[in-house]
């Protein structure tokens, strides 16, 4: 029989938020869903974002779970490398295999954390739950600031394109200006901004292709997720896309009443989780009703730095 937690235990498992205060709710969901848990979340406070790293701290948990099942990956992250959400779906896959798993997105999955989304079998959002566009996004250093700034791929080849055939119809004299323009654009780096475009596109494309689109053609999946693919119609890379509009897209969202017993425990998991990372001041925590994997800032600076 396990010993009993001490009073003073229970507070500063409360003060601090530690896995003590979570291991119920993981519990009662996991009865109510039929599959074990893993959260996956990530500090907004912080420059945060799905690296490689994260996928193995996943394929580590995986490993020790009984995926007979399945698994369900409850996610809040704001993004990251399309190659490590490209890793991470194969990952979760592989292991769970035919059951596959299913998303869980109390509040945000943005960008990469989208596409992981999209290589589940299903995503479970409420009507106030968000996904993303997953078109690549570059973070430059800007020594006037000391801050790490994204820019959209999709905008800077925009902007590249409109200016180049600016300065294809304009006249002799006036072609100056343009081509003192386009010599801040570096040749390599435009073809690299493309095929970063492609790739995130073909990959997207294949994760549904072999998942919840499969029954369409490349071309008509395309076209069915064109609001995922590019900013084109969301206007900028931040903007939401709510369960209404990818149901539109054939995806397979369930979306939860707000009010439901079932999204109240996904709610005051949530507000732990992100309680933990405020107050440890981690960067992520990838975690399940037994353990705690967690990310520091100081790994999070040096890899930003590097």
Known sequence: MPKSRSLIERILDEQHQGLGTRVELYKKLERELGRPIIAFYYNFET???????????????LRNLDLSNGLVLIINCPGGDILAAERMI???????????????VPKMAMSAATLVCLGSSKIIMSPTSSLGPIDPQIHEY????????????????????????KALKSRRENLEPYLQALETYKP???????????????????????????????GQIKNKIKI??????TKIHERCIYPSEALK?????????????????????HLRLNAFLSDSGNAIVVETKDATFVRTLDEENDENNS
């Not at 995922?228 to 119609?233: K, Y």
């Not at 939860?256 to 079932?262: P, W």
């Open 142 to 165: 800007n020594p006037d600031t000391k801050r790490y700034e994204r820019y959209s791929v999709f905008n800077i080849l925009k902007s590249y394109s409109e200016l180049f055939n």
């Open 188 to 218: 390599k780096v435009i073809e690299e901004y493309k095929s970063l475009m492609e790739l995130s596109k073909d990959i997207c494309v294949n994760v549904l292709k072999s998942g919840m689109l499969q029954a369409l053609s490349e």
């Open 90 to 104: 194969k990952a979760l896959r592989s292991y769970c295999g035919d059951k596959g798993y299913f998303s869980i």
């Open 228 to 233: 995922f693919l590019t900013p084109e119609v």
């Open 47 to 61: 420059t945060a974002s799905l690296e490689d790293i994260d996928v193995d701290f996943i394929e580590e948990i």
């Open 249 to 269: 897209c054939g995806l397979t969202v369930e979306t939860i009443d707000v009010k439901s017993k079932l999204w109240e425990k996904v709610s005051e998991l």
